[in-house]
């Protein structure tokens, strides 16, 4: 955040004090993003790929979890292969980097637990491709970037209730205000709760969700900024691994929309909070001191049935479903709880400086990062029919009682360590030529232990990142770029080891332009990243019943299309395409379960003859996938599109109602092929009622 040069004085004109409030929060209304190099540089003019989710898409199309809001981005996969887990990938590379406000820890595994909510975000950035600058850490996906609400200016707020599909009910508050006459002290508050069934058999879920934040100006030259969030989330009646597919006769089943494996003594309840410190000082006209500090602290408690199919007769592949009977499933009951805290501390340097007669830009930073986590289970009684064979799918939720529980035990313990010192510069060779260059050292540790496994490694690496930008017109930018890939892995070998870092070499090269009077912006953007010893499954499981994985050589490369603009007055338009080609150990068919093809498209607008009515229509598209069972039968997915719409209506300056419309085409389809998967929500609806004041 600016500061402004010159504080307001007692008994100044009003048109002083109101310019000194809008410089206080003056950067964060710029059209730039500094996630995919740390500089303050307009999307257009970053040599990679970066999508941005904003709040107002979010609220059209009904996208009240992180979820819902990914899938409105170009080229990112959301895989909910359980119905508290999922995972996201770009390019065929699952994501495993996420921040807030451009800080964060490498996210284990990349699995995200639970649905968080979006009302506290301003907007997401999706930058996609390796990003050694960024996190330090990376692979050749790309980095989710959430960035929080902030204190507006003036006073203003809403209020929102809506109820849809499944007896689903959520209300929202959003309130802001200056604290001072003259502007600069200011605070917001963000409050959001939602709860409802699921077109999943026994499936419910709640959630709520607080947020507040309070910044200001100190002195002439500093900003302060403090923040606390608060998300607790319950499901019951949740799945453990998904739907079996194959029957013994090699045919796939094809089960009701609303199939599930779980029973309703089923839960997973998570809790999460966070707290952050930011400050920052301009040094002179051209540069800026940051000083950054966030907590994190999740907690979850869960008791989980696991169905899957067993290897009976020790051939080592599992039996099927016998299509006549719906036998063939077993079972695994399990509980546990577990406790992750974190604390990341930043400081960066950046500003302009006027060399050879032009003038360049440059940023310094350090960061250390700190995480805990302890993790508990407890057992079932053995002799529980919740152990071993299950009755023929699909059953009853209340089919299997609950077992009687085991006190908690520890077993896991995780500690890890991340220091970095990194550096860019964007150097003006030429009035249309520009370089950027820079370079992070990473050191990351992690000590512990999970059940017998005991470990302390650490590990060191200077990632190098390097672009070029020639303006060919005003209009019109070309772009090359560099990064190198370096991503410690939480997957272990055969003998219960860590797999070594994968490391690699991420290109891009692509061309973005603005159209329409600068309304419209579209970038066409070749890539290609070699990802040698990338953790895979190799089909084969430990004593502890977890997968082990083999290091595998990868290769991706593929082509983006993406338009984002204004295409007429009051007519929006997001689209994108995606195209991808995979080999590794598999060939073409490695990690068959990412669509090589994929399309998204949101469009909206105003009625032209009379604006207080607004509507929109999204739909994203994917090709076929497939993937095997542990049976050794292929389920497949053939490719599908589902179809989104919105209608709203102003029907008073202030007050607004909106219909949304999710599936229009009842689209019946494996949600993913990841690990495990279960079907998509059919069509379904919600009617909203959104007051501003």
């Avoid at 319950?234 to 094809?254: E, H, P, V, Y």
């Avoid at 520890?410 to 370089?435: C, E, M, P």
């Amino acid at each position: 955040m600016a500061a402004a040069p010159g504080a307001a004085q007692a008994g100044g004109d009003a048109r002083t004090t109101d310019l000194d409030a809008v410089l206080v929060v003056a950067q964060r209304a710029e059209r730039v993003s500094s996630g995919a190099t740390n500089l303050d540089l307009a999307i257009k003019d970053t040599p990679q790929s970066i999508s941005v989710v904003s709040g107002e898409q979010m609220r059209q199309f009904g996208a009240s979890s992180v979820n819902d809001a990914l899938r409105l981005a170009t080229g990112v996969q959301v895989d909910e292969w359980e119905t508290n887990r999922t995972s996201y990938s770009a390019r065929g590379f699952d994501i495993l980097n996420t921040q807030i406000d451009g800080v964060g820890l490498p996210n284990g595994w990349g699995i995200a637990t639970g649905a968080f909510d979006t009302f506290g975000y301003e907007k997401v950035e999706v930058i996609r491709g390796a990003n050694g600058l960024l996190t330090g850490v990376g692979n050749a996906a790309g980095t989710i970037n959430y960035v929080r609400k902030r204190p507006t200016n003036e006073r203003q707020g809403s209020l929102g209730i809506g109820y849809g599909s499944w007896n689903t009910l959520r209300a929202e508050a959003d309130y802001s205000t200056p604290f001072t006459d003259d502007g600069r002290w200011a605070g917001r508050v963000v409050a959001a709760h939602e709860d409802g069934e699921s077109w999943l058999r026994a499936n419910e879920n709640s959630r709520n969700y607080l947020y507040g934040v309070v910044d200001g100006q100190i002195g002439e030259n500093g900003t302060l900024a403090l923040g606390y969030s608060y998300q607790r989330a319950k499901s019951d009646g949740i799945m453990w691994g998904a739907l079996t597919f194959m029957n013994s006769d090699g045919t796939q089943s094809r089960w009701p929309t609303r199939a599930s494996t779980t029973q309703d003594w089923t839960y997973w309840d998570t809790t999460n909070q966070s707290v952050f410190a930011e400050y920052s000082h301009r040094l002179g006209e051209d540069w800026q001191l940051k000083l950054s500090y966030n907590y994190r602290r999740a907690t979850g408690d869960e008791n989980m049935f696991y169905a899957f199919l067993q290897d009976t007769d020790g051939d080592g592949v599992a039996e099927a479903l016998d299509p006549a009977t719906g036998l063939g499933l077993y079972g695994y009951p399990w509980g546990g709880k577990d406790e992750a805290t974190a604390h990341l501390g930043a400081v960066t340097l950046n500003g302009r400086f006027r060399l050879l007669g032009r003038d360049h830009e440059a940023m310094l930073g350090a960061s250390v990062a700190r995480s805990e986590s302890d993790s508990w289970e407890r057992s079932a009684d053995f002799s529980s029919p919740a152990w071993g064979a299950l009755p023929p799918f699909p059953y009853a939720a209340n089919a299997i009682p609950e077992p009687a529980w085991s006190e908690l035990s520890l077993y896991s313990v995780l500690n890890q360590r991340l220091k970095r010192a990194f550096g860019a510069t964007r150097i003006a060779l030429s009035d249309r030529l520009k370089a950027i260059v820079g370079a992070n050292y990473a050191e990351y540790r992690r000590n512990g232990n999970s059940y017998a496994l005991a470990f302390d490694q650490t590990t060191r690496h200077t990632s190098p990142y390097g672009g070029l930008t020639f303006d060919f017109s005003d209009h019109v930018l070309g772009y090359v770029s560099y990064s190198d890939i370096y991503q410690p892995q939480d997957q272990t070998d055969a003998n219960d080891r860590y797999l070594d870092a994968s490391k690699g070499v991420n290109y891009e090269a692509g061309i973005k332009a603005d159209w329409l009077d600068k309304r419209l912006l579209t970038t066409l953007a070749v890539f290609k990243a070699d990802q040698d010893g990338l953790a895979t499954p190799t089909g084969e499981y430990n004593e502890y019943g977890s997968t082990i994985y083999a290091p595998v050589d990868v290769r991706s490369k593929g082509v983006e299309l993406e338009a984002v603009g204004k295409i007429a007055d009051g007519l929006d338009l997001v689209f994108g395409y995606t195209a991808l080609k995979l080999d590794g150990l598999n060939g073409d068919d490695t990690y068959s379960w990412v669509p090589r093809r994929t399309a998204n498209l949101l469009l909206s607008g105003r009625l032209p003859g009379y604006k207080a009515l607004s509507w929109g229509v999204g739909g994203r598209w994917q090709s076929d996938i497939f993937n095997v069972e542990s049976s050794g039968h292929p389920v497949r997915q053939g490719g599908y599109a589902v179809l989104n719409a919105f209608a709203a209506w102003d029907f008073l300056p202030n007050a607004t109602v909106q219909l949304n419309a999710n599936n229009v085409g009842d689209e019946k389809y494996i949600n993913t092929l990841r690990y495990s998967g279960y079907y998509g929500a059919p069509r379904n609806y919600s009617l909203s009622l959104n007051w501003r004041f």
